[in-house]
């Protein structure tokens, strides 16, 4: 029986294994021998039906403004083995309506984290022998999400500023102040935009009125309502209670929240401690993959800091998820955690992929079955 691990890839990684194809990696570059042996041990992982690296809309989002960004996602896609991730705010959203039940009906949470669920495609199934792809050009996206993504990292900058400035700043009063900021956000955001919605119906701007009514908080609110109001809520009450549910502090446990509030307050520890240079514009997509996707995958190689921010206490007790972390740090056990994956294919396996893929099936670096 097949039984994939998942592996979640971060951007780096997918980048350099593309350079290593594609033999646009410098031979003297720092890694090089370790993204080779990486590239193998993951094509060989995939061909032997060992594992999955699915791609995400965080991928997607990196990969537009990447200058090869077609070619990028392809291959990322032959390692994701007709698989991806479902959205990430799709994925959030699944575990806060787990929590919204446990709120109405007062009962503990209860959370199903199988990775299969938040997977499109199949993940225990052989990979066909062809690849089917729609080519997207995304040209025309890309200098969107740049602007996005730097708007992003400038709106950070005061708040790391302040993390600086305030001697009341520690990791403490940050994960409080993240924690609490569940509700208070999600209603300071619905607020906002169902006044954007309200001003462009009154003054007729069509466009004001859709990116307000259409928004994220005005949607999540809009179906919460619902939800209360079937439960035999009047329209008042029930929008009371959607308040009243986003403020409920069992939220703070809600994995993706946690998770979240914990990396942020590790991050303002760091900067508090002397860090001059602040975070890269890329750590708020660093910490949303990890807040995403930890607790249901088997492992994900991503940035160093966040990586050992990981193993530091409080994170390394105070957090519970499923994934093995890895980073360029831990290079050699990422590469000892592929060569068991393939030593843990059967000759069976290897003799029908071999059939079916060709000699890039083929065990190499002396790994065996266990069969054998």
Request: hydrophobic fraction near 40%; charged fraction near 25%; charge should be negative.
């Amino acid at each position: 029986m097949i039984d994939k691990k998942v592996i979640y890839l971060d951007q780096l990684a997918i980048s350099q294994i593309f350079k290593i194809k594609t033999g646009t990696y410098p031979t003297d570059a720092p890694h090089h021998a370790f993204w080779t042996e990486a590239a193998e041990l993951l094509e060989q992982c995939v061909l032997l039906q060992q594992l999955l690296c699915p791609a995400s809309d965080i991928h997607r989002d990196e990969s537009m403004v990447f200058a090869r960004g077609g070619e990028l996602s392809l291959a990322h896609e032959m390692l994701g083995g007709d698989t991806s991730f479902h959205a990430s705010s799709e994925i959030e959203g699944d575990q806060v309506w787990a929590y919204l039940r446990a709120f109405a009906s007062d009962t503990e949470p209860v959370l199903d984290l199988s990775v299969d669920n938040i997977l499109h495609g199949r993940r225990s199934e052989w990979l066909p022998r062809l690849h089917v792809t729609a080519a997207m050009d995304w040209t025309s996206f890309a200098k969107g999400v740049r602007e996005q993504r730097d708007l992003s990292a400038d709106n950070m900058a005061p708040l790391y500023e302040h993390w600086r400035a305030d001697p009341k700043t520690s990791f403490k009063s940050v994960l409080k102040t993240e924690l609490e900021s569940f509700g208070s956000s999600r209603a300071s955001a619905y607020s906002h935009f169902a006044k954007i919605a309200r001003q462009g119906l009154e003054s007729g701007d069509t466009n004001a009125f859709m990116n307000g009514a259409l928004s994220g908080p005005v949607h999540e609110f809009r179906e919460f309502r619902e939800y209360f109001r079937e439960s035999g809520l009047e329209a008042d009450d029930s929008e009371r209670q959607v308040v009243t549910f986003w403020l409920w502090p069992g939220n703070w446990t809600i994995p993706h929240h946690r998770i979240q509030a914990f990396l942020f307050a590790a991050m303002a520890r760091k900067i508090v401690a002397g860090q001059r240079k602040n975070p890269t514009r890329g750590a708020p997509n660093d910490i949303r993959a990890i807040a995403t996707y930890a607790p249901y995958v088997d492992a994900m190689f991503v940035d160093s800091e966040f990586a050992s921010f990981l193993q530091e206490a409080p994170l390394k007790d105070g957090l519970k998820y499923r994934a093995r972390i890895f980073s360029i740090r831990t290079r050699d056990a990422f590469l000892d955690y592929l060569r068991e994956l393939v030593r843990g294919a059967t000759m069976d396996t290897e003799l029908i992929a071999v059939a079916l893929y060709g000699d890039g099936a083929r065990r190499t670096y002396g790994t065996q079955p266990t069969d054998e």
